[in-house]
DNA sequence: CCCATACCGTACTGCGTCGGTCCAGTTAGC
DNA sequence: GCTAACTGGACCGACGCAGTACGGTATGGG
């Protein structure tokens, strides 16, 4: 099903809440001073610690500054359009690939010799690399599509989605 | 890591060995008569039960006839260059789709409302899918690149696996 | 007509990975 | 120096996948 983790979602939704925090406006502001990692929680509607975690990881890689400290907290490193969405991936799920038999993961694959494709994953690698790399997180916040259609399900609205509401987003 | 199940690339193994047989020509050939799974397996070395079971999806997906009944076995529904890499991934994996939130999966989102990205992600899988479906089987197989060349991916190398460091990239 | 072959469908199980949580340590403002 | 907040590591349960097994069915040959 080529899943991507659910964490990377939370990145992205971390990430424009950290441009921002006004939907409204996604343009990528680094105006916003700093944001902590329960503020962020309580925003997004993620559970704190999770938060925390994605933020580790895209600090690590740079995509987010992080200011240590009392009164410290999380800043972008640099605004939405210049982050691809395969930053964000590589950021949080590690490295771009297909499968484990490619990209130098020369150990693993027990039918060495005998697999007719060898590293012809490559080819869908360094396509779907691209792919992703030309996706700007600004390019998937800008988009202003109509969020409507699906409020139908109303055993979802109902849920005790706790406090968060109307004020974040 | 954008994990692609294993299946999948068994999957690929075997139409490309249902295809010929013969790694050398790898162009699509429906020449060949009919190929048992269990001489798949032995001619690929992936175990049988598996052979198998990929052949199954695979048939379902119509991409490989079968025939039933003594002396039947598997052919190719039709020639690798029309058969895409998306066709093969949908056929084991499912769906082409980054995130559980998307494409009609409607139910699981419990942030529903919150997400301040809700459907963007459509966007990076229609970019994903377009790549793959431009990628055919025979494009995987005709190349003859040596396998050599994956050492210029010097980060990739480098990195000691673990999924959430990815300094590199 | 019977049997061997080979596909078909389903159900079961072990294992690996992911999502989520917690805790001890460190830094910096007040 | 105290407290707020990030840092890093370890830990654990849950889910999904890979692999296996078994009973069933269809076809061709003897």
């Given at each position: 099903m080529l899943r991507l983790s659910k964490l990377t979602d939370y990145a992205v939704v971390v990430l424009l809440r950290l441009a921002?925090?006004?939907?409204?406006?996604?343009?990528?502001?680094?105006?916003?001073p700093v944001q902590t990692s329960p503020g962020i929680a309580v925003a997004t509607g993620v559970p704190e610690p999770t938060v925390a975690k994605v933020l580790k990881s895209l600090a690590s890689a740079n995509l987010v500054l992080s200011l240590r400290g009392a009164r410290g907290g999380y800043r972008l490193a640099?605004?939405?359009?210049?982050?691809?969405v395969a930053d964000v991936i590589a950021a949080v799920?590690?490295?771009?690939?297909?499968?484990?038999?490619v990209d130098g993961g020369?150990?693993?694959?027990?039918?060495q010799g005998l697999?007719?494709?060898?590293?012809?994953w490559d080819l869908v690698n360094d396509a779907i690399r691209q792919a992703l790399d030309r996706i700007s997180l600004e390019d998937m916040c800008s988009?202003?599509?109509?969020?409507?259609?699906?409020?139908?399900e109303p055993e979802l609205v109902a849920l005790p989605v706790p406090a968060v509401s109307a004020a974040a987003v």
């Open positions: 921002d925090g006004d939907r409204a406006t996604c343009r990528a502001g680094l105006s916003e640099r605004p939405l359009a210049e982050v691809s799920d590690g490295p771009i690939a297909l499968t484990a038999c020369a150990g693993g694959c027990d039918l697999c007719a494709v060898e590293g012809r988009a202003s599509v109509p969020v409507a259609f699906r409020v139908m």
